[in-house]
Each structure stands twice: as C-alpha cells, then as structure tokens.
C-alpha cells in the first residue's frame, strides 16, 4: 500500500469517525464548505427540518437557514465569520431557519470554522429556539394588553379631554357659520374663529397621538432617548386623570441629561404604572396632600434615576418584596401585572426597579438606568 492510498483510506475512516461521533451528539450539527455548501449533516439536523440526510448533501445552507447568507466568492470563514475574527469564537447568531415544510421557526446558530486536512470548513451548531421565542411573544403580548388595560383605565378621562376641542370647535364653526351669513362678512373675526379651530384641532390629535405612542403594538425597538420627554409625555397623558382626582404632579428634571439607550413605548409603560399606582396609593388622603413627585437626576457617570414619589399609604415591610411578584394586587380590580412587568422591563434595559417607604409618608419608586446611547450600548454588549 503506497503513502497516499494509506492516508486517503486514514482521511475516509477519520470522516467516518467524525460523522459517527456528529450522529451521537444531541444537536443538530452541520458541516459547511468553503461556499456554505453542506458537506456533512447528521440525523438530528434533518430530523428538525424534515429532510433525509442524503437530500441536503452538497445544497447551500440558506436552504436551512435563508439569512445565512453566504457569499460564493468570499470564503465562509472571511464572510460569515466577522464575529470570530474578533476572537469570539461562540458567538451566537439567532435567525429565521425553515422546515421541509415549509413552516418557519428560530433558531440560534453557533459557527466554528477549522481546518480538515487542506479544507477550510465550518461547524454549524443549530439550536432550536422556538420555545424561548414563543415565551419571548407571549411576554410582548402580555406586556402589550397591561398596557392596553391600564390605559383602558384612563379612557373616561382621556374621553373628556378629548371632548373639550372637539366641543369647542363645533361651537367655533357655528359662530363662524353665522359670521358668514352677516352682510357685510367680518372676514377678521372669521380668520380669527378659523385660527381657534386648528389650534383645538392640534389639542384633539395630540391626545390622540399620546394615546397611541402608549398602546403601540411592536417590536423591542432600542434607540437613543430621552428620559425627560418620555417623563414628560406620559405625565400629559394622565394629566386629566390626574385632575379628575384631585392629584397634582410635580416635575422636577436635571439639565443636559445624556441620553438612555431604550425601547420608548415600554419605558412609557412603566412610567405611566408609576404614576397611575401612586394616584391610586392616595385615593384616602385629603386632596391637598395628594401629591406625586418625579425626579429624574443623574446618579453617577454611569446611571441616572427617576424617582416616583408619592404620599398615600405605603408599603408595609412583607410588601416591599412582593409587590413585584406577578399577580400579586391590593386593588379589587387590579391584575397584579404592572409592577412585574415593569420590573422586567427595566432589568431587559440593564437598569434596577425598587420601593422604599418614605420617612415621613406614602412610598418612592426608584427606576435606574444605564445611560448611554445605542449604539455604545450594542458594542459594549458585542464585547466578551
Ligand atoms: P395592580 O396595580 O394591578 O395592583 P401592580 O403590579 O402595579 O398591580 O401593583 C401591585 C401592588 O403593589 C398594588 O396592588 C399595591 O398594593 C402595591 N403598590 C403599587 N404601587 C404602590 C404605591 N405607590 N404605594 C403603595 N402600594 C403600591
């Protein structure tokens, strides 16, 4: 037997090995050519896609995975593997992968590429996350209808705030109307009337358009923002509420702020169960007293605090804890989800939410977060 024969034969009973050993690991596992091709594929891979082995033997990943995408004139290891070459060799990726069938789901994908005598090659690791992702949607879900029913909650008052322009331009364009029918017109008066009506016209869609930045339906979006205007936007968006219970709302926020890298709709949220938690916490205080004051201050060079604070009647020590736990609720109607969810909000953004009692009366709401704007945050997280 000459040299090359004994290595070829050492070459195919070490590719045997390997595809034995791939055949016995518990995950789905595919071997990818320099192009994406795929050269080897064990039993659990086409088991989770609905293929037989032998079908995926030499067809492009993307097949599998469509976003994989893998350029024919760059070599995977240079195109696919920027993460690596930055010397994080586990780096997950989480894609859209899709089945025989043709039915999608998500999965994570880990790449390791090593050489296999003179071939570059690349382990593809798949996991299948469609459980993670389907609890991941039913938190959004959740999170969207305690949204939707806390602002549900707002409605009579929202309803009377919106009634006022809307009353006031319909009694506008009656005036106006009788303006006309005056000979000669007094075109001054009726400029002035029109003028009336698109600044009331202005009122009516902004409370519309506050209402609809709350219930807002989506994806996480992470941007650059600013606290003080989400603050400020969601004290507007109770304002009425806030009459209607003899509550006022004090604001008290620091200059030049940096920004906070954040999802606006869900911080919204947890600002708005802030507030409307503490006008519920008052409920049995005299009106003079009912007060909520929020402060946003910078509390290092690396965090800022909004703090939430009210005067009404306060945590007892075992409730300082449980307040957090879902469903727990003191209030007849309450579903015991505001807090928990704005607990998961706010530990998603990096930041801290916790109650204390005040010294003299009622409770304060701490929210810390991280500031930094998004993309500083994202490169941070890239880092091992
Ligand atoms: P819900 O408002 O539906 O009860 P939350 O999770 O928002 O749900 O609140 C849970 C409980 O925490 C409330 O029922 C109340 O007992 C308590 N709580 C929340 N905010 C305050 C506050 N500012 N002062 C005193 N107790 C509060």
């Not at 034995?20 to 596992?29: C, F, K, R, V, Y």
């Not at 891979?45 to 032998?54: K, S």
């Not at 106006?176 to 009506?197: S, T």
């Not at 509420?241 to 004090?250: L, M, Q």
Request: aromatic letters at 4%; glycine letters at 6%; hydrophobic letters at 40%.
């Amino acid at each position: 037997m000459n040299d090359t024969h004994a290595s070829a034969l050492d070459r195919e009973s070490g590719e045997a090995y390997f595809r034995d050993a791939l055949g016995l690991l518990p995950i789905s596992i595919v071997m990818l050519g320099e192009r994406g091709q795929m050269l080897m594929v064990n039993p659990q891979t086409a088991r989770l896609f609905g293929y037989e082995c032998d079908e995926l033997i030499g067809k492009p990943v993307e097949l599998l995975v469509p976003g994989l995408h893998v350029d024919s004139h760059v070599p995977m290891r240079a195109g696919l593997l920027a993460s690596q070459a930055s010397g994080d060799r586990t780096a997950l990726h989480e894609l859209s992968a899709r089945r025989n069938n043709g039915t999608e789901f998500q999965v994570e994908i880990g790449l390791n590429a090593f050489h296999f005598d003179d071939d570059s090659v690349t382990l593809a690791f798949i996991i299948d996350r469609t459980e993670r992702f389907e609890l991941e949607r039913n938190r959004r879900d959740l999170a969207h209808l305690t949204r939707v029913s806390t602002v549900g909650q707002l409605a009579s008052s929202l309803a009377h705030e919106l009634n006022q322009p809307l009353t006031a331009i319909l009694s506008n364009v009656q005036a106006a109307q009788r303006f006309l029918a005056a000979d000669p017109i007094d075109l001054a008066e009726v400029r002035e009337i029109l003028n009336d009506i698109v600044q009331d016209d202005y009122r009516a869609s902004e409370v519309i358009r506050r209402i609809r930045a709350v219930v807002k339906k989506g994806d996480l979006e992470v941007v650059s923002l600013d606290l003080a205007g989400i603050i400020r936007d969601v004290v507007l968006l109770v304002r009425s509420d806030a009459i209607v219970r003899g509550t006022r709302v004090t604001l008290d926020i620091e200059d030049d702020l940096p920004p906070v890298s954040g999802d606006k709709v869900q911080l919204q949220q947890v600002m708005l169960n802030l507030l409307l938690n503490a006008f519920d916490a008052m409920n049995d205080v005299p009106p003079v007293d009912r007060v909520v004051s929020v402060t946003l201050r910078r509390e290092s060079n690396k965090m800022v605090c909004i703090a939430t604070s009210d005067r009404g009647h306060g945590l007892t020590a075992d409730k300082l804890d449980k307040i957090f736990k879902p469903f727990f609720t003191s209030k007849p109607q309450g579903l015991g989800l505001g807090l928990s969810i704005s607990r998961t909000i706010i530990g998603m953004h990096r930041g801290r939410l916790w109650a204390e009692n005040n010294i003299d009366r009622g409770a304060t709401f701490f929210v810390a977060l991280p500031v930094g704007n998004a993309t500083e945050q994202d490169e941070s997280r890239e880092r091992p």
